[in-house]
């Protein structure tokens, strides 16, 4: 059985990792009050880590405090990324490698085309931000062999490379342990409103919500944690969350174990592919923005409250419930999907003289 621990012993595990300051800690956590009435449902309040400070802000940042710490321990020169084109994790990477005088090499996949060609969001932050893009056609191994040829050619010009994700996941475990010192600032923020969560809304298919796995098992919560993830991979997402929160709890000298069964990841709003926005999604930006002034993204938190929605809609969510919904950013790939997003419907809007 896991021993309860107080938030002072947990964040004494966490602070076993060495650690770099780049993120605006803690998020704010507050209320949707216009949302939870027009919803006619539970209470919903939100988890703010899309404004982490760094470049927009968004999980990532975080995760980054305790990675790119050991890249510098390693005596990295340069880092190396790779994900989709409109990636938010290489945007918060190109920014924080910047803070610590690295250099960043971005191996980005396209998954919408030649769409993903177009300089905006994402991808034109990482330039501006003076990354180095290299975009390919490719499935994520492929993706993974350029990362390592990439490294290889830099190893070769003198530079010592740090590769990060895609290519190098074998140990999530500074990722993860982000997301159990989110868990933590959560518990300390509903105590200071007075409020207990009984849900917990996350877009993830791996680390952040392993973090929060971990979190709520060695500090004793009773929070249900939703995870919906924004994609579906070769592994099954519970299994994938499982074996990361694990390793990463046996690195921090947890007493915790997650079997995949006590792991909720559903897959049920991912809609035709990863990076492929959804009609309801769509429909829970629009919602969001004009409701409590806040910006969702097409690929991840759209998709995450589109499932909370639908929870809501058919009786899963009590109505006296408090539900806690943790945005995790990528707000900057709005711009690269104006298509998307309905220019006919953006237009009734407008008038012109």
Not at 269 to 275: I, N, P, R, T
Not at 305 to 332: C, M, Q, S, W, Y
Request: proline share 3%.
């Amino acid at each position: 059985m896991t021993s309860k621990l107080t938030i002072k012993e947990l964040r004494k595990k966490i602070n076993t990792i060495p650690r770099v300051h780049l993120a605006v800690l803690p998020t704010p956590l507050h209320e949707l009050k216009r949302l939870s009435d027009f919803f006619a449902g539970p209470r919903i309040f939100i988890k703010r880590d899309d404004l982490t400070g760094l470049a927009f802000g968004g999980n990532k940042t975080r995760m980054f405090e305790f990675l790119l710490a050991r890249a510098v321990h390693e005596g990295a020169d340069c880092v190396i990324g790779g994900a989709a084109v409109q990636s938010n994790y290489c945007r918060q990477l190109t920014a924080a490698c910047n803070m610590l005088g690295l250099e960043t090499q971005l191996v980005l996949r396209r998954v919408r085309g030649k769409k993903d060609d177009d300089i905006q969001g994402n991808l034109l932050l990482d330039l501006i931000a003076g990354a180095h893009v290299h975009i390919i056609d490719t499935d994520q191994n492929g993706q993974c062999r350029a990362m390592y040829a990439l490294a290889d050619n830099l190893r070769k010009e003198g530079k010592n490379p740090f590769v990060v994700r895609m290519a190098n996941d074998s140990d999530l475990t500074p990722d993860v342990a982000a997301y159990v010192e989110c868990f933590c600032e959560i518990v300390e923020q509903c105590d200071d409103l007075h409020i207990r969560p009984d849900r917990l809304y996350v877009s993830s298919y791996d680390s952040t919500q392993a973090g929060l796995e971990i979190g709520k098992r060695a500090l004793g919560s009773g929070v249900d944690i939703v995870g919906i993830t924004p994609a579906v991979w070769d592994i099954d997402s519970s299994e994938c969350i499982c074996r990361y929160a694990n390793q990463a709890a046996r690195n921090l000298g947890l007493d915790v174990n997650i079997d995949s069964k006590a792991v909720y990841s559903s897959s049920e709003y991912v809609g035709k592919s990863y990076g492929i926005p959804t009609a309801e999604g769509i429909e829970m930006i629009k919602l969001m923005a004009r409701e409590e002034g806040i910006f969702l993204d097409p690929v991840y938190t759209s998709k995450a409250f589109a499932g909370l929605r639908d929870h809501i809609k058919r009786g899963e969510i009590a109505k006296g419930e408090n539900v806690l919904f943790l945005h995790t950013g990528g707000n900057p790939a709005l711009f690269a999907y104006a298509k998307e997003l309905g220019n006919e419907d953006l237009q009734t809007h407008i008038s012109f003289d």
